[in-house]
C-alpha cells in the first residue's frame, strides 16, 4: 500500500513536533516538515530524533514560510493534507490566509488546522479583546470559504503555561498558590499538553475517513476542575497547594509597563470573563455540552494533568 504524505507547518515547534512524531508512528505516512530553516538547530534535532524514519525515506524537512505563498505552494505540492497552524503575531491572519491559498493552489485535499474560536462571536459581541482567538477565528472562516475539506483541532489552556506567574506562584511559606483568574470551580475549558495531544488527535483525524471529520471541530482537551489541579499540583510536588484567583488588580501590576502589556492584560480579563459566563456542563469555551463531545468519536483523549507532569517534569 503506498503511504500519503503529511506535511507539518511548524514542525520544530511544541504542537508541529507532536504531529509529526504521531504522524510517523504509522507506516501509512510520510511526513514532510516544513521550516523556516532547515539547517537550524531545531529542525536537525528533529531529524535527529527520528533519525530511523529519515533513513526510510518517511520524514524530510522542507524550507517555507507563511509569508511566502508561492513557496509554501512548492513545499505542499504532492501532500494529501496538512497540519496548519500560526503564532499570535501582527501578521498572523495574513499568515494564515497565506497558508489556504498555497493549500488551495497545492491541490491538498485535506487541511487540519488548530484553530480557536471567535470569543467575540460566542459572547454576542461582549468579549471582543482576546486577540490570538480572533485571528484564528478569521482564518478559519476563510479555510472554509476556500477549501473543501477543513477539520479544526480546538486545544484548551497548555499545561506549560502553568510556570507563568499569573497560573502558579510560590507563597513566602512555600505553598505553592494556583492563580487562575477564573472564579469558576470547574471552567467550560479544558488542558492541552500542546507537545502530544494536538498530534494525537491530528492522527486520529487522518486515520478516519474525510466523509466523518471534515467540517468538524474536534475540542482537544482534558477538563478537570481547579480542586483536581490543586490536589494535582501537590502530588507533584510534594508541598502544599490552594487556588486563590489573581484579582484584575494584581494582573494589571504584572503586566504594566510590560511590551504589549495592555493589549494582554485585555485579552486576559475578557478571557477569564467569558469563562466565569460560560454554562459549567459546556466544554471547548462554551461551544458544544460535554455530553456532545464530538472527539469522542475519534477514540482518543487528552493527557490529564499526572500525565503531563510525568512527562515534563514541570515544578513550579
Not at 164 to 174: E, H, L, S
Amino acid at each position: 500500500m503506498s503511504t500519503r504524505t503529511i506535511a507539518v507547518v511548524g514542525s520544530t515547534g511544541s504542537q508541529g513536533s507532536g504531529v509529526v512524531a504521531a504522524a510517523l508512528s504509522s507506516t501509512l505516512y510520510t511526513v514532510r516538515a516544513l521550516t523556516r530553516e532547515p539547517s537550524g538547530d531545531k529542525a536537525q534535532a528533529l531529524l535527529a530524533k527520528h533519525k530511523a524514519e529519515v533513513d526510510a525515506g518517511r520524514l524530510t524537512v522542507v524550507q517555507a514560510s507563511l509569508d511566502d505563498v508561492e513557496g509554501l505552494k512548492t513545499a505542499l505540492e504532492g501532500a494529501h493534507a496538512v497540519f496548519g497552524m500560526t503564532t499570535p503575531s501582527p501578521s498572523e491572519v495574513q499568515q494564515g490566509k497565506n497558508l489556504v491559498d498555497a493549500v488551495k493552489a497545492a491541490g491538498v485535499e485535506h487541511l487540519i488546522w488548530s484553530g480557536l474560536p471567535s470569543v467575540a462571536k460566542l459572547s454576542g459581541g461582549k468579549f471582543p479583546r482576546i486577540f490570538h482567538f480572533e485571528g484564528k477565528a478569521v482564518i478559519e472562516t476563510y479555510a472554509r470559504e476556500q477549501l473543501e475539506h477543513v477539520t479544526v483541532l480546538l486545544p484548551g489552556g497548555f499545561y506549560s503555561n502553568m510556570s507563568f506567574p499569573w497560573y502558579t506562584q510560590r507563597k513566602p511559606d512555600g505553598t505553592i498558590r494556583f492563580a487562575l483568574m477564573s472564579q469558576h470551580a470547574d471552567p467550560a475549558v479544558g488542558w492541552t499538553d500542546s507537545s502530544v495531544d494536538l498530534g494525537v488527535f491530528a492522527a486520529a483525524v487522518l486515520n478516519k475517513p474525510l466523509s466523518l471529520t471534515s467540517g468538524k471541530v474536534y475540542p482537544v482537551m482534558a477538563h478537570c476542575s481547579t480542586a483536581d489541579l490543586v490536589r494535582g499540583i501537590e502530588r507533584a510536588t510534594g508541598d502544599k497547594a490552594v487556588w486563590e484567583p489573581l484579582s484584575k488588580d494584581k494582573l494589571h501590576a504584572m503586566m504594566d509597563g510590560k511590551p504589549f502589556g495592555e493589549v494582554l492584560e485585555a485579552a486576559a480579563s475578557d478571557m477569564f470573563d467569558f469563562i466565569d459566563t460560560t454554562p459549567a456542563e459546556h466544554t471547548a469555551y462554551g461551544m458544544f455540552s460535554r455530553a456532545d463531545d464530538p472527539s469522542r468519536e475519534l477514540g482518543v483523549r487528552a493527557s490529564t494533568f499526572d500525565e503531563w507532569v510525568q512527562r515534563s517534569g514541570w515544578r513550579p
